[in-house]
């Protein structure tokens, strides 16, 4: 796009210049394009009796909109950095917006696998009708439960366990007991599986919670912390999953500050001007000699 603009700048002034530049015996019309380092430059000059040449053009007209170049990084972080001209940043933030989607999906796609794993390893090991068994047993000897139900358990054991137990009773026991801190949802609800894991309270449904004792406490089943720190492990990657999301916005909110930023520095390389030097001649007449001339810095 330069280039493009800088071939125009040609077009424009190369008419302008030789219509001011008049009749035999004036100065040569001249063109000078200058390539330095860090810079592109196109400058055009001539001199002419007694005329005033003026060329249209501000820096206005060559600036780009910072406030576009941070909305486009927003929207898709790296575009505004193509829209500055700033290709490498536009190629960091780009990448760096992939990587992490890629760690999204990956790691949410792990924590679903976990998921699965322990919801599998909790149906085969902690039984509700074994938890409602001792319910029924000691549920009597804690405090608030010295009137509570004798929860109904359907004895037809081809039924899965969860299918067995009268729920609403069974909660209604809970609440009663001031011991107790939760009351279990329904499976497969997502705090039914948290729950038997993490509170002693389920310590007895367990397969390999052999104690018949009241005592919930103090003696942990081996399968009940062996499932907690399967649940731990799915959290874990379900927030590694979650912390890249933070990054992705992070990313979003960074990548549209530095395209703003890019194209001001851009706006502040890009120069403008043209001006009319009135010089004495050799015949003793003063000459004016315009110039004009566009400069981008890189």
């Known amino acids: 796009m330069k280039i493009i603009y800088l071939l125009s700048v040609f077009t424009l002034l190369v008419p302008g210049m030789c219509a001011a530049s008049g009749g035999p015996g004036d100065d040569p019309l001249s ?53 500055a001209g700033n290709y490498i940043m536009a190629a960091v933030f780009a990448t760096a917006e992939a990587l992490m989607w890629i760690t999204h999906f990956n790691y949410m796609a792990k924590g679903d696998d976990q998921t699965a794993l322990f919801e599998s390893f909790a149906d085969q090991h902690w039984n509700v009708v074994k ?52 009351r279990l949802p329904r499976r497969p609800d997502q705090q039914y599986y948290e729950q038997i894991g993490k509170y002693p309270q389920y310590n007895h449904g367990w ?31 379900y927030a590694i999953g979650e912390t890249a999301v933070k990054l992705i916005v992070l990313n979003h909110i960074l990548a549209a500050a530095n395209a703003a930023w890019s194209v001001s520095r851009y706006n502040k390389r890009v120069k403008f001007f043209s001006r009319v030097d009135m010089r004495q001649g050799a015949d003793g007449h003063l000459v004016a000699h315009p110039t004009a001339s566009i400069q981008v810095r890189f």
């Open 31 to 83: 063109f000078t394009v200058q390539l330095k380092y860090g810079s592109v430059g196109v400058e055009s000059s001539t001199a002419v009796n007694n005329t005033a040449l003026f060329l249209p053009g501000r820096n206005d007209d060559l600036k780009k909109s910072p406030f576009l170049a941070g909305i486009l990084s927003l929207i898709v972080p790296g575009a505004g950095d193509i829209y």
């Open 131 to 182: 938890y409602t068994g001792w319910l029924n047993k000691w549920g009597r000897e804690f405090p608030g439960g010295e009137d509570t139900e004798i929860i109904y358990i359907n004895p037809d054991e081809s039924l899965p366990p969860w299918e067995r137990v009268d729920w609403e009773a069974m909660n209604r026991v809970e609440d009663a007991i001031t011991e107790f801190s939760h």
């Open 207 to 237: 397969d390999d919670q052999l104690s018949d004792t009241k005592e919930y406490f103090s003696n942990l089943s081996p399968r009940f912390l062996e499932y907690a720190g399967m649940r731990g492990d799915a959290n874990d990657l």
